[in-house]
């Protein structure tokens, strides 16, 4: 008995250090690439398109989201900027002061997608980023758009590309991504702002819950 209670506890130990190894394994993983894999950047250096679409996000990050994207449309990346899903008070007057934008854009240059009551029932469905894509499709469809360059924040970039692709329709709705990174400063491992972890935590838990709720089955245009 005290030789099978001497294996039983060795072999509980091996277990346990396995264990152990493995989940340390799985942190380094993340560590090295957990905020990597949310990055997607299809747009390359003189990539153009008709129109440029900034997503919105928190004060702090639709202020740097929208400088990137007027940025892009002063470099003869885009035609009209996009904003698709704002508030029914919000105007580029408005937005231009609140965020102290500099070398603001020409108010005809600019789309701006109301939020509606209609719209409430696919947000608590689907979330924002999904009636996103649904507002800058219906957009790009009125005025004859074929592509657009998506603008979000880097760890957004991959859950906003599940949405968007589900309209992409080639000759008709092409698009391409790029990632703002000014939320950290880009020199530091991603890991050292404990700020910038949780919100790539959270992340993780949207984009697992849109892989399951987006319709991946193409749909129609809406």
Same mark, same amino acid.
């Given at each position: 008995?005290?030789?099978?209670?001497?294996?039983h506890?060795k072999?509980?130990?091996?277990?346990?250090? !396995?264990?152990?190894?493995?989940?340390? +394994?799985?942190?380094?993983?993340? #560590?090295?690439?957990?905020?990597?894999?949310?990055?997607?950047?299809s747009?390359?250096?003189?990539?153009?398109a008709?129109?440029v679409?900034?997503?919105?996000?928190?004060?702090?990050?639709?202020?740097?989201?929208?400088?990137?994207?007027?940025? +892009?449309?002063?470099?003869?990346?885009?035609?009209? +900027?996009?904003?698709?899903?704002r508030?029914?008070?919000?105007?580029?007057?408005? $937005?231009?002061?609140h965020?102290?934008?500099?070398? $603001?854009?020409?108010?005809?240059?600019?789309?701006?997608?109301?939020?509606?009551?209609?719209?409430?029932?696919?947000?608590?469905?689907?979330?924002g980023?999904?009636?996103?894509?649904?507002?800058?499709?219906?957009?790009?469809?009125? #005025?004859?758009?074929?592509?657009?360059?998506?603008?979000?924040s !880097?760890?957004?970039?991959?859950?906003?590309?599940? $949405?968007?692709?589900?309209f992409?329709?080639?000759?008709r709705?092409?698009?391409?991504?790029?990632?703002?990174?000014?939320?950290?400063?880009p020199k530091?491992?991603?890991?050292?702002?404990?700020?910038?972890?949780?919100r790539?935590?959270?992340?993780?838990?949207?984009?697992?819950?849109?892989y399951?709720?987006?319709?991946?089955?193409?749909? !129609?245009?809406?």
């Open positions: 008995l005290p030789h099978d209670f001497g294996m506890k072999t509980h130990r091996k277990i346990f250090i !396995a264990v152990f190894l493995f989940a340390g +394994l799985l942190v380094i993983i993340f #560590l090295l690439a957990g905020e990597k894999f949310l990055r997607i950047e747009d390359s250096q003189n990539q153009r008709d129109a679409v900034v997503l919105a996000g928190s004060a702090k990050e639709d202020k740097g989201r929208i400088e990137e994207g007027s940025a +892009l449309i002063r470099q003869g990346k885009g035609h009209y +900027l996009i904003l698709p899903l508030h029914s008070a919000i105007d580029w007057p408005w $937005a231009v002061q965020y102290g934008l500099h070398e $603001a854009l020409p108010e005809d240059k600019v789309l701006i997608g109301r939020s509606t009551k209609k719209d409430e029932p696919l947000i608590d469905r689907f979330g980023t999904y009636v996103e894509a649904i507002k800058t499709v219906r957009i790009m469809r009125d #005025l004859g758009l074929t592509s657009a360059i998506i603008v979000s !880097a760890y957004h970039m991959r859950r906003a590309q599940i $949405a968007f692709e589900q992409r329709q080639p000759g709705f092409e698009f391409y991504y790029h990632p703002v990174d000014f939320e950290r400063r530091q491992p991603w890991w050292t702002d404990t700020e910038y972890v949780a790539v935590l959270q992340e993780y838990k949207k984009l697992l819950a849109a399951f709720i987006y319709n991946l089955s193409s749909p !129609a245009v809406p």
